[in-house]
C-alpha cells in the first residue's frame, strides 16, 4: 500500500521560507519520479515541481528560481524548500506519485500560508 504524509507547512510573512516534506511509504519512492502540487481556494490543483528518480528536477513558470525540490532516497523523503514566498504562494501543498500500473497517489496536503 502506497501511502504519501506530507508535512512542514504552515504560516510565514511574504518573503519567508518553509520546507516542506513528504514520506513515501509502500516500496516505489526510488524508482519512480515524485511530484509536487499546490491548489489555492477555489481553484485547480497546480503542478508545482517535479524530480525524477535520477535527479532531474522541472518547475512551475511562478515558482522558478525561488523553490528547490530535493530527494532522499534513503530517507524515502522529497522535500520543497520555498524561498522568498508570496501570498499568491498560499495553497495546500500535496506530494504526489505515479506508480508503475499507472495509478496516482496523493498525500492528505499540508496548509501553506503567506501572510502579505
Known amino acids: 500500500q502506497v501511502q504519501l504524509a506530507e508535512s512542514g507547512g504552515g504560516l510565514v510573512q511574504a518573503g519567508g521560507s518553509l520546507r516542506l516534506s513528504c514520506a513515501v511509504s509502500?516500496?516505489?519512492?526510488?524508482?519512480?519520479?515524485m511530484d509536487w502540487y499546490r491548489q489555492a481556494p477555489g481553484k485547480q490543483r497546480d503542478f508545482v515541481a517535479q524530480?525524477?528518480?535520477?535527479?532531474?528536477?522541472n518547475y512551475g513558470d511562478s515558482v522558478k528560481g525561488r523553490f528547490t525540490i530535493f530527494r532522499n532516497n534513503a530517507k524515502d523523503a522529497v522535500y520543497l524548500q520555498m524561498n522568498r514566498l508570496k501570498p499568491e504562494d498560499t495553497a495546500v501543498y500535496y506530494c504526489?506519485?505515479?506508480?508503475?500500473?499507472?495509478?496516482?497517489?496523493w498525500g492528505q496536503g499540508t496548509q501553506v500560508t503567506v501572510s502579505s
Open positions: 504526489h506519485v505515479i506508480d508503475e500500473e499507472g495509478i496516482g497517489y
Open positions: 509502500g516500496g516505489i519512492f526510488g524508482l519512480r519520479a
Open positions: 524530480i525524477t528518480n535520477v535527479g532531474s528536477t
